[in-house]
T-cell receptor
Framework: DAGVIQSPRHEVTEMGQEVTLRCKPI?????LFWYRQTMMQGLELLVY????????DSGMPKDRFSAKMPNASFSTLKIQPSEPRDSAVYFC????????????????FGEGSRLTVL | AQKITQTQPGMFVQEKEAVTLDCTYD???????LFWYKQPSSGEMIFLIY??????QNATEGRYSLNFQKARKSANLVISASQLGDSAMYFC???????????FGKGTRLHILP
């Protein structure tokens, strides 16, 4: 089975531009998480979904960030307008729902999207 | 509120020595899971070990063991006989089974010296 797929892998943009990061979770996984990794803050949880519904987006700056999951196989994280402080690696990860857990419940991560805002 | 604390930003350890990476957590939910992940310089996240809050015994996976002290709310990772390939960033994480939220600590960068 294919893993979590993120795109783009790298993005360089200028301050003020709109950025869209995309994620395809593992088929059958009910939960999808977006994390931001920076040197100072480690891995911060921005938002997570269960069956396409937002469960918690308290870690996401609401004024410029938005996250959507229009269907079970696709999610986007949008930043508009982007700022230099948004430069980070953004990870998407997924896990199965409780009824389908056959392992310890660890996250399956994508390879990350490295964003640089100039 | 849930919280994960890793107090060691960086560590230097001699090859073949044992290493303990600290992790403390805070949650009001009695049902949770604790995880450790390794992130080498290539950037991918590698799952290492899991401990459930109701597990009676400490988890072990090869050279990795999790020293789980529930009363102290600590979940330290122990790496026995460290190797050069263990040099990486290590993250402690917690999954709250009430809402399945998963949060991470800030990480510890481990350097193994030859």
């Amino acid at each position: 089975d294919a893993g979590v797929i993120q795109s783009p892998r790298h993005e360089v943009t200028e301050m003020g531009q709109e950025v869209t990061l995309r994620c395809k979770p593992i088929s059958g996984h009910d939960y999808l998480f977006w994390y931001r990794q920076t040197m100072m803050q480690g891995l911060e949880l921005l938002v997570y979904f269960n069956n396409k519904a937002v469960m918690d987006d308290s870690g996401m700056p609401k004024d410029r960030f938005s996250a959507k999951m229009p269907n079970a196989s696709f999610s986007t994280l949008k930043i508009q307008p982007s700022e230099p402080r948004d430069s980070a690696v953004y990870f998407c990860a997924s896990i199965p729902g409780r009824a389908r857990v056959t392992n310890t419940g660890e996250l399956f991560f994508g390879e990350g999207s490295r964003l640089t805002v100039l | 509120a849930q919280k994960i604390t890793q107090t060691q930003p960086g560590m230097f350890v001699q090859e073949k020595e044992a290493v303990t990476l600290d992790c403390t957590y805070d949650t009001s939910d009695p049902s949770y899971g604790l995880f450790w992940y390794k992130q080498p310089s290539s950037g991918e996240m590698i799952f290492l070990i899991y401990q459930g809050s109701y597990d009676q015994q400490n988890a072990t996976e090869g050279r990795y063991s999790l020293n789980f002290q529930k009363a102290r709310k600590s979940a330290n990772l122990v790496i026995s006989a460290s190797q050069l390939g263990d040099s990486a960033m290590y993250f402690c994480a917690m999954r709250d089974y009430r809402d399945d939220k998963i949060i991470f600590g800030k990480g510890t960068r481990l350097h193994i010296l030859p």
